[in-house]
């Protein structure tokens, strides 16, 4: 049986350092061409947008918010 396992993240806008956070669920049947696990954005919290590629941008200045890259 496939285990889900959901979780949350918190984050800043680059830009205007608001804070927010975002709710994951990984998919472990995902195969990612480069490799690694797949995690499908749930949910955001207010002041953000979730994009179609799993992206999400700050609702107030559309900065995009960016993870793990520093
Ligand atoms: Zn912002």
Redesign the pocket.
Known sequence: MPRRHSYSMRFR??????AGSAKWEEHERIALPHGGHSAILKSVSE?FRAGPQDEIT??????RVVFGHG
């Open positions: 806008c680059p830009k205007c350092h608001r002041g700050c609702a107030a200045c559309a900065a």
